[in-house]
């Protein structure tokens, strides 16, 4: 068993920057490949990025790709998402989820995939 927790989220202006956190307690984060997704007002949980166990293979979505980065660090336990060039349309509730892989090399992109979730963060860009 392991709890997320994110934090970071917030209000911002179109074209600022956010940095989500992650922060897992019960297990060691090294245990789990984590992704961040987001979950806009009346639509389905989207994928946003992904990161394997100790960061090897990372993986974004079409829509965030050159403007967020996920991170990790281990040894504190915590998950970060870098998000700048932030847009209106990037508003959502984002949540991070963990997975124990199937090896040290596995991401995820599909939410079911994953076991434990975050109760997430909010974050709203103004125009």
């Known amino acids: 068993q392991v709890q997320l927790v994110e934090s970071g989220g917030g209000l911002v202006q179109a074209g600022g920057s956010l940095r989500l956190s992650c922060t897992a307690s019960?297990?060691?984060?090294?245990?789990?490949?984590m992704g961040w997704f987001r979950q806009a007002p009346g639509k389905d949980r989207e994928f946003a990025a992904a990161?394997?166990?100790?960061?090897?293979?990372?993986y974004y979505s079409d829509s965030v790709k050159g403007r967020f980065t996920i991170s990790r660090d281990n040894a504190k336990n915590t998950l970060y998402l870098e998000m700048n060039s932030l847009k209106p349309e990037n508003t959502a509730v984002y949540y991070c989820?963990?997975?124990?892989?199937?090896?040290?090399?596995?991401?995820?992109?599909?939410?079911?995939?994953?076991?434990?979730w975050g109760q997430g963060t909010s974050v709203t860009v103004s125009s």
């Open positions: 990161i394997s166990k100790f960061g090897i293979i990372i």
């Open positions: 989820a963990a997975v124990t892989p199937n090896s040290e090399r596995n991401v995820y992109s599909l939410p079911r995939t994953y076991t434990y």
């Open positions: 019960g297990r060691t984060l090294s245990s789990f490949a």
